[in-house]
């Protein structure tokens, strides 16, 4: 009776295991396209960079202070802030750098 018993849950596991098996195979196709395919025409999106860099500007005025001479203008400005503000405020230049130079390759020549 004991092996009876081992031998009933191999065969069922076996079982499970072979349907689950086929049911991933059978359906690993239609796993792959579950998003489908939505192309919308021109995929392409162009960045307002003046716009954002205005906003990047309005929203950090140490940064619309700053003309030349940003680093040594910025750390002199940083030290007067509280560290979070400090941070957001490095963090929004770099952001201004990387618009401005995108802007600059976005230009047509």
């Known amino acids: 009776m004991f092996k009876m018993k081992h031998m009933k849950i191999a065969i069922f596991v076996l079982t499970i295991s072979i349907l689950g098996t086929s049911a991933l195979i059978v359906n690993s196709?239609?796993?792959a396209y579950?998003?489908?395919n939505k192309?919308?025409?021109?995929?392409?999106?162009?960045?307002?960079?003046d716009s954002l860099i205005k906003a990047l500007?309005?929203?950090h005025p140490v940064l619309a202070q700053l003309v030349?001479?940003?680093?040594?203008?910025?750390?002199?400005?940083l030290k007067d802030l509280d560290t979070k503000e400090a941070v957001k405020t490095?963090?929004?230049l770099n952001m201004l750098h990387l618009l401005q130079q995108?802007?600059?390759?976005?230009?047509p020549q």
């Open 29 to 31: 196709g239609n796993m």
């Open 34 to 36: 579950a998003q489908g």
């Open 39 to 49: 192309t919308q025409g021109d995929v392409t999106t162009t960045i307002d960079a």
């Open 57 to 59: 500007k309005a929203r």
């Open 68 to 77: 030349t001479n940003e680093d040594k203008d910025l750390v002199v400005k």
């Open 90 to 92: 490095v963090l929004a």
């Open 102 to 107: 995108y802007r600059e390759i976005d230009e």
